[in-house]
């Protein structure tokens, strides 16, 4: 991944090429879009494949991981419905670039990671790109009950099922956005928890994750 921070005209236009490209194919809010156009996709990437960065795809960044296709990325954001100031536990930090949107669209952001060299690589980085999140080492399955409630929970792996320690760490009102599925492919699941005891649940689009690893996963 790319230490020397150079942003110049060229990945300017391309990030705007990416955020042109995000809304044909149906994202629609603004503040997401906007994030998308701000964040310099291409410091995580290793120089070599800088030209790489803003295609939406996915790639990979090491230890079976990858920085997840822009589209999911902003999917993802859009589903959240963030607000200045939200509280925010993301599941599985990875590159971080999913990191940076949110923060981006104003959310105080608490993410952990299970891989090691993953989360120390990421530790270092992201504070040199000014995204100075609150980062956590560990099983993102079982969430961060510490820090508990979150306005907002997104999880960035796909999972066998809807781990119920994490509905536990919404506030009511909250939001979690999460694949749920096999290992080959996940259907995009939105939860909304109306009261202590219910929740609303709505299955949208399919996607492919990585498997979400863990005590309350695969």
Not at 20 to 33: F, K, M, P
Not at 52 to 68: E, L
Not at 93 to 109: F, K, N, P
Not at 158 to 181: D, N, T, W, Y
């Amino acid at each position: 991944m790319a230490y020397k921070f150079v942003d110049n005209y060229r990945e300017r236009g391309a990030r705007k090429k990416l955020v042109e490209h995000l809304a044909s194919r149906g994202i629609t809010d603004q503040r997401v879009l906007n994030a998308i156009g701000k964040v310099p996709r291409h410091f995580f990437f290793d120089e070599t494949f800088w030209n790489q960065a803003y295609k939406d795809i996915a790639f990979p960044i090491g230890d079976g991981q990858t920085i997840s296709q822009p589209y999911t990325v902003a999917y993802q954001s859009e589903l959240l419905h963030i607000t200045k100031g939200d509280k925010v536990l993301e599941i599985g930090t990875g590159s971080g670039y999913q990191t940076c949107i949110l923060m981006e669209l104003g959310a105080e952001v608490y993410t952990i990671e299970r891989q090691e060299s993953i989360y120390r690589h990421t530790i270092k980085v992201l504070p040199g790109m000014g995204y100075p999140a609150n980062f956590f080492f560990g099983d993102g399955s079982m969430g961060i009950a510490a820090h508990a409630p979150y306005h907002k929970i997104i999880v960035t792996a796909g999972a066998p099922f809807v781990p119920e320690i994490l509905l536990k760490q919404l506030k009511i009102g909250g939001i979690l956005v999460i694949p749920v599925g096999n290992e080959r492919s996940q259907t995009m699941v939105t939860v909304i928890r109306i009261n202590e005891t219910e929740f609303e649940k709505f299955e949208l689009d399919t996607f492919r994750f990585v498997p979400l690893v863990g005590d309350q996963a695969w």
